[in-house]
């Protein structure tokens, strides 16, 4: 990120470099541990899973990098992103959209948050989204280092390719759209397309509508809005989407989450949410440790709710549930690095 002094910039590279030794060495020769000590043995569960590595050092050193060296670049005293921000008032805001309505942002200071979302500071972001002007230039800083082996955001990017294969579309909602990671290649992609973002964060409302400002994108704007709950017509959109929402609610906000989406879907409309599903024990274990490591709180449930009946449950039918290669290859089954299991549930509001 411009704008930061050399020492601070010389340890978030540090951060980025040591989560790249986790996801391609460390993992690995976890894995490996792993697939050696369950080998003949049959494995039911993650917990099953968990017990064949928890009493090795190596286990113990992978856990360590994933929480702390997070929380460390976020919260470090001298060179975490909090404290450079906050030292740079002026810098953030003259990289932010004004705080007022205009062509590309609306934002409603009286929007309730809900609790389940202040109560936690997700991904270890102080504050959570909503806590300080620069939350979402934060966000953005943590997002580029978070995923290993993709170019910057490849798999939102790759999300509007896999849209196109889907159609046209007139009208498009992003829910919890962040600071556009989402929203803005579906703009680029569908030029003809009006795509709407929502997010109860203003921070990152105020930087997408900035990046929009700045590239001159008259197809997109952004909307401080409560994603379950927004203030849309019925049947207004032809697609609805989110990337990365869904394992950030309770179920039953999942539940809400698919109403809205089909209330808002014209007939025949798609919904694509990308999100997270592991399923093998291993897979599992990680997976679940990784929600604690990163108070991620509702991944478990998510990951366990048997999500295809939630969207049926929602009106849609017949839902699909694939893998999603955030880059090309991952989802081999000898791919050798630490990965998020992204995984794509889409489906089409029935016409009738
Ligand atoms: C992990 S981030 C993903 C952001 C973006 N979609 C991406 O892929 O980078 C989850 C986002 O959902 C937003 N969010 C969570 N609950 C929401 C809700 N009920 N309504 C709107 N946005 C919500 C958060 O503020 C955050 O920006």
Same mark, same amino acid.
């Given at each position: 990120?411009?704008?930061?002094?050399?020492?601070?910039?010389?340890?978030?590279?540090?951060?980025?470099?040591?989560?790249?030794?986790?996801?391609?060495?460390?993992?690995?020769? /976890? @894995?490996?541990?792993?697939?050696?000590?369950?080998?003949?043995?049959?494995?039911?569960?993650?917990?099953?899973?968990?017990?064949?590595?928890?009493?090795l050092p190596l286990y113990h050193w992978?856990?360590?990098?994933?929480?702390?060296?997070?929380?460390?670049?976020?919260?470090? %005293?001298?060179?975490?992103?909090?404290?450079?921000?906050?030292?740079?008032?002026?810098?953030?805001?003259?990289?932010?959209?004004?705080?007022?309505?205009?062509?590309?942002?609306?934002?409603?200071? #009286?929007?309730?948050?809900?609790?389940?979302?202040?109560? *936690?500071?997700? !991904?270890? !972001?102080?504050? @959570?989204?909503?806590?300080?002007?620069?939350?979402?230039?934060?966000?953005?800083?943590?997002?580029?280092?978070? +995923?290993?082996?993709?170019?910057?955001?490849?798999? +939102?990017?790759?999300?509007?390719?896999?849209?196109?294969?889907?159609?046209?579309?007139?009208?498009?909602?992003?829910?919890?759209?962040?600071?556009?990671?989402?929203?803005?290649?579906?703009?680029?992609?569908?030029?003809?397309?009006?795509?709407?973002?929502?997010?109860?964060?203003? %921070?990152?409302?105020?930087? #997408?509508?900035?990046?929009?400002?700045?590239?001159?994108?008259? @197809?997109?704007?952004?909307? =401080?809005?409560?994603?379950?709950?927004?203030?849309?017509?019925?049947? +207004?959109?032809?697609?609805?989407?989110?990337?990365?929402?869904?394992?950030?609610?309770?179920?039953?906000?999942?539940?809400?989450?698919?109403?809205?989406?089909?209330?808002?879907?014209? %007939?025949?409309?798609?919904?694509? +949410? /990308?999100?997270?599903?592991? !399923?093998?024990?291993? =897979?599992?274990?990680?997976?679940?440790? !990784?929600?604690?490591?990163?108070?991620?709180?509702?991944?478990?449930?998510?990951?366990?709710?048997?999500?295809?009946?939630?969207?049926?449950?929602?009106?849609?039918?017949? *839902?699909?549930?694939?893998?999603?290669?955030e880059t090309e290859g991952a989802t081999?089954?000898?791919?050798?690095?630490?990965?998020?299991?992204?995984?794509?549930?889409? #489906?089409?509001?029935?016409?009738?």
């Amino acid at each position: 990120m411009s704008g930061l002094d050399r020492s601070t910039t010389a340890f978030q590279e540090l951060i980025g470099t040591m989560r790249q030794h986790w996801a391609n060495q460390l993992y690995p020769a /976890l @894995n490996q541990s792993y697939q050696q000590a369950a080998e003949g043995q049959a494995i039911e569960d993650s917990q099953a899973a968990g017990r064949q590595v928890q009493d090795l050092p190596l286990y113990h050193w992978f856990c360590f990098i994933e929480r702390h060296y997070q929380r460390m670049k976020y919260s470090d %005293p001298r060179w975490g992103l909090a404290a450079a921000l906050s030292a740079r008032p002026d810098w953030v805001n003259a990289q932010l959209h004004p705080a007022q309505d205009s062509r590309w942002l609306k934002l409603d200071p #009286a929007l309730k948050i809900p609790e389940y979302y202040s109560a *936690v500071d997700i !991904h270890q !972001h102080p504050g @959570n989204l909503v806590g300080a002007d620069f939350d979402g230039l934060m966000y953005q800083a943590s997002a580029t280092s978070i +995923h290993p082996n993709t170019r910057r955001f490849e798999a +939102h990017e790759r999300m509007a390719q896999w849209l196109q294969s889907q159609g046209s579309f007139e009208s498009v909602l992003d829910m919890g759209c962040g600071f556009g990671k989402c929203g803005f290649p579906i703009a680029r992609h569908f030029a003809q397309t009006q795509v709407i973002g929502v997010d109860l964060s203003a %921070p990152c409302l105020r930087l #997408a509508a900035r990046t929009a400002e700045q590239e001159g994108l008259d @197809n997109i704007r952004f909307e =401080q809005q409560d994603a379950l709950h927004t203030g849309f017509d019925d049947a +207004h959109f032809d697609l609805v989407t989110s990337t990365q929402l869904l394992h950030e609610l309770p179920v039953d906000e999942i539940k809400h989450l698919l109403a809205e989406s089909h209330r808002l879907l014209k %007939p025949g409309g798609l919904v694509a +949410h /990308l999100d997270f599903r592991a !399923h093998q024990p291993w =897979q599992q274990f990680l997976i679940e440790g !990784h929600s604690v490591r990163n108070n991620e709180g509702f991944l478990p449930a998510f990951n366990r709710m048997d999500i295809a009946a939630a969207y049926r449950d929602a009106g849609f039918e017949p *839902v699909t549930v694939e893998p999603f290669a955030e880059t090309e290859g991952a989802t081999r089954a000898d791919w050798p690095y630490w990965r998020f299991p992204w995984t794509l549930f889409w #489906a089409r509001k029935p016409a009738q």
